[in-house]
């Protein structure tokens, strides 16, 4: 069984920062993902990576976020950086086995799901 959990959520005025982390129970082997939902909206894609570290990053986020990983440490991490009011969301960590690499932006592709982190941005 695969458990995620999520953390360094919190709120932050914008232009701030925050890094979120994701911790797999064990699991170095599970290509990674984060998303984000705020209410109201559907969840999107925020950035992915491979277990080799190839990372995916939404255009919504690209060159203010970044993705890398631990695998000795099972875990996932997202550096959020400008941060904007409209990043406001909870934001969930993601993994599966093996994905695709045209896929690691689908939400429909992961196999499990951490309880997410609330993020606040305030203007």
């Known amino acids: 069984q695969v458990h995620l959990v999520e953390s360094g959520g919190g709120s932050v005025q914008a232009g701030g920062s925050l890094t979120l982390s994701c911790a797999a129970s064990g699991y170095s082997f599970l290509s990674m993902g984060w998303f984000r939902q705020a209410p109201g909206k559907e969840r999107e894609a925020v950035a992915a990576i491979t277990t080799g570290g190839e990372t995916f990053i939404a255009d919504s986020v690209k060159g203010r976020f970044t993705i890398s990983r631990n695998n000795a440490k099972h875990t996932v991490y997202l550096q959020m950086n400008s941060l904007k009011p409209e990043d406001t969301a909870m934001y969930l960590c993601?993994?599966?086995?093996?994905?695709?690499?045209?896929?690691?932006?689908?939400?429909?592709?992961?196999?499990?799901w951490g309880q997410g982190a609330q993020v606040a941005v305030s203007s």
């Open positions: 993601a993994g599966g086995w093996s994905l695709a690499t045209a896929t690691m932006l689908s939400p429909g592709t992961y196999n499990y």
